[in-house]
């Protein structure tokens, strides 16, 4: 999974990278707001996201705030670092839709555990919406026929969707799994076919 992480201290960022590349991750880091934001914008793969809360650009609460209003089914997890334990400032993150914090200095196993919480959070989004995208798919492959159709009462051809008249069985076969092979009802066979039931009779 990939890491994202933004840290405009230089210090800070190189030894967030060694650390988290020692646990096993990719990692992709940025100094400055904006940046960051512009390429969480264009994310194809969920991705976990660390971010400092003071940076050049754009905070880590504003990216946080961007993120939960644009977010087109490709899920983040963000966790704040911040200098600042205040409840009040810890609030005004988590509601700007940062999903965890870290107080620095960080203790680096607090660290990768609320790491572990965000990949597994970010796995269960994924599975969900691979299952969910199986179900609309299997949904619009189901047809049924539901509620009143109108039907000629004379050629009892069906009146479809667009308002136009077509054949019975063509409009069954396109709103079911129906298929149609054709025979004749004993009252068809003797109005069309005389002759059959003559022949029988000489029989």
């Keep these: 999974m990939k890491i994202v992480i933004a ?22 880091s940025f100094e400055n707001g904006a940046d960051v934001w512009d390429a969480l914008k264009k994310q194809t793969e969920p991705s976990l996201v660390i971010l400092d809360w003071v940076m050049p650009g754009l905070t880590g609460v504003e990216i946080c705030s961007l993120l939960r209003k644009h977010e087109k089914g490709m899920p983040s997890y963000v966790i704040l670092l ?19 914090y870290v ?36 949904l619009r492959e189901i047809k049924t026929l539901r ?3 109108t039907i000629c009462m004379h050629c009892h051809k069906m009146l479809n969707d667009e308002r136009s ?34 022949s029988k009779a000489t029989q």
């Design 165 to 198: 008249w077509e054949r019975l069985e063509k409009y069954v076969q396109e709103h079911s799994e129906a298929q149609f092979s054709h025979g004749l009802c004993p009252e068809c066979l003797e109005k069309y076919y005389p002759e059959r039931e003559e």
């Design 147 to 149: 509620g009143i159709v």
């Design 82 to 100: 911040t200098a600042c334990d205040s409840k009040d400032e810890v609030i005004k993150g988590l509601e700007a839709g940062a999903n965890d």
């Design 103 to 138: 107080t620095k200095p960080f203790h680096k196993e607090e660290l990768r555990a609320r790491m572990a919480v965000g990949k597994r959070v970010l796995e269960l989004q994924l599975g969900l919406s691979h299952k969910i995208q199986e179900l609309e798919l299997s």
């Design 7 to 28: 840290d405009d201290s230089n210090t800070s960022r190189r030894m967030l990278e060694s650390i988290i590349k020692q646990w096993g991750f990719e990692v992709v």
